[in-house]
């Protein structure tokens, strides 16, 4: 398929990588040029990275990659001939709502638009007329690792769309999730919400560090998630305690909180993460991109060995 990217930041050049190697002709464009000079060079070197851990397809290198995605300084080429075009531009309301009137004047009736907005309701955003092909499909990052995409009728999305687009997902190696109407944040990432409400609760009241949170996380939650998810594990515990741990309401969870003080001073600081060397924990002096990669390793070794593994699944 003839597939346009409009956005090439930290999301739409990693879709557009994974949609190239299963095949599909791509095009991408950003109103930034240091952006568009960009993508070709992170593009490479996430390929790098897949090549590296055997997780490319057989013959991609640098230079195929470069002939298989044009960058294109504007919207008019980047949608000429496309049959899909995904919008990953900057996560404002009005931004998208300006792309897509243009993209309606643009592209012929035929053409599916797709959002990746990560809690916008974006719907309301785009012409009455396109409503009908109109769907978010949502991302994770980075794409060519996180191969989950949640595909997400609007309130006019036509049924057949919808069972394409998941098509497309699959064909692409990647695993989508239907959902049977919008929600914002989807499925995972309302489920992250609530971990980080807990999270900065128990920090900011005093009931844990940061490196106690991160190890009850990795080895208490983490190691069951990957071969059982949340409901199957609460299957193998068995439902009635579910059930009585509703009832007893021994525990209740903590409010939204529109700002959290460990949070706030840390930022104050300039610890807001392995960028700045220093977030909640501290990285070191070490090169930022080197930890992007170690960090990509790892998750590469992590889903080789999930998919040897594989799940408890029930039906
Ligand atoms: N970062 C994530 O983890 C993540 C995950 C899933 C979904 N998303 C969603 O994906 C979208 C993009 O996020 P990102 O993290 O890649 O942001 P980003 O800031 O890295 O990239 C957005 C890019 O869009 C470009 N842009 C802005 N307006 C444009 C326009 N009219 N035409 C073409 N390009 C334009 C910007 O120059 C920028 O390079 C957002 O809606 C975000 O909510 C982000």
């Not at 609760?201 to 009931?207: I, K, N, R, T, V």
């Not at 439902?239 to 009832?247: G, I, M, S």
């Not at 209740?252 to 807001?272: I, K, N």
Request: glycine share 10%.
């Amino acid at each position: 398929m003839e597939i346009a990217v409009v956005g090439g930041g930290l999301m739409g050049h990693g879709i557009a990588l994974v949609l190239a190697l299963a095949g599909h002709g791509v095009r991408i464009t950003d109103t930034r040029a240091e952006i568009r000079a960009a993508v070709p060079g992170l593009m490479a070197s996430a390929l790098a990275t897949l090549r590296e851990a055997g997780a490319a397809p057989e013959g991609w290198d640098g230079d195929r990659l470069a002939r298989a995605v044009r960058i294109e300084a504007g919207l008019p080429a980047v949608v000429e001939g496309a049959a899909l075009v995904i919008e990953a531009i900057t996560e404002n309301p009005e931004a998208k709502r300006g792309l897509f009137a243009h993209l309606d004047r643009l592209c012929p009736p035929e053409t599916i638009f797709a959002s990746n907005t990560s809690y916008l309701d974006v719907f309301p955003l785009i012409p009455e007329g396109r409503q009908a092909r109109a769907l978010v499909m949502h991302w994770y990052t980075p794409p060519y690792i996180i191969d989950l995409v949640d595909v997400v009728p609007g309130p006019g999305t036509d049924p057949a769309v919808i069972a394409a687009m998941a098509d497309l997902v699959t064909g692409l190696g990647q695993t989508p999730v239907v959902l049977k109407r919008f929600v914002p944040g989807y499925i995972a990432n309302r489920i992250q919400q609530a971990i980080s409400a807990e999270v900065f609760h128990l920090l900011d009241e005093g009931y844990a560090t940061p490196r106690e949170i991160d190890e009850a996380i990795i080895h208490g939650l983490s190691l069951r998630i990957p071969i059982l998810g949340h409901l199957a594990k609460a299957d193998f515990t068995g439902l009635e305690l579910t059930q009585r741990a509703l009832a007893n309401r021994t525990y209740a969870p903590p409010p939204p909180r529109e700002r959290s003080e460990t949070l706030d001073a840390l930022c104050a600081g300039g610890r807001t993460g392995v960028m700045a060397g220093a977030g909640y924990f501290d990285w070191g002096g070490r090169d930022p991109a080197e930890l992007f990669r170690e960090r990509d390793r790892k998750l590469l070794a992590l889903k080789k060995a999930m998919a040897g593994i594989g799940r408890m699944e029930g039906t």
